[in-house]
């Protein structure tokens, strides 16, 4: 069984930062998404395991960087320029793929999530 831990979410001002952490398993591709009230979970980013293919959802492209560090299992999303509509909870997702996936059904194990509120 794949356990996944995130942490680093928080209250923060507008145009802040954040770095979220994800313990992982190391074994494919991971992903981080988002679920703010009363909508759908959202991919957010997703890296290969090596780390060097990545992809962005539009909405964080340039602000949002996803990046992991293998000898610590550990998958890091860093935030800049944070915006009130970034908030939401954040979630860290394994796939058995070895590519980057953006969908929701392409996640097998799932943390619990982590709070990111940005006040104006």
């Known amino acids: 069984q794949v356990q996944l831990v995130e942490s680093g979410g928080g209250l923060v001002q507008a145009g802040g930062s954040l770095r979220l952490s994800c313990a992982a398993s190391?074994?494919?591709?991971m992903g981080w998404f988002r679920q703010a009230p009363g909508k759908d979970r959202e991919f957010v980013a997703a890296?290969?395991?090596?780390?060097?293919?990545?992809y962005y959802a539009d909405s964080v492209k340039g602000r949002f960087t996803i990046f992991r560090d293998n000898a610590k299992n550990t998958v890091y999303l860093q935030m800049n320029n944070l915006k009130p509509e970034d908030t939401a909870v954040y979630y860290c997702?394994?796939?058995?793929?070895?590519?980057?996936?953006?969908?929701?059904?392409?996640?097998?194990?799932w943390g619990q999530g982590t709070q990111v509120t940005v006040s104006s």
């Open positions: 190391g074994r494919y591709a």
């Open positions: 890296t290969s395991w090596s780390g060097g293919s990545t």
């Open positions: 997702a394994d796939t058995t793929y070895g590519n980057p996936r953006y969908k929701v059904g392409e996640y097998d194990y």
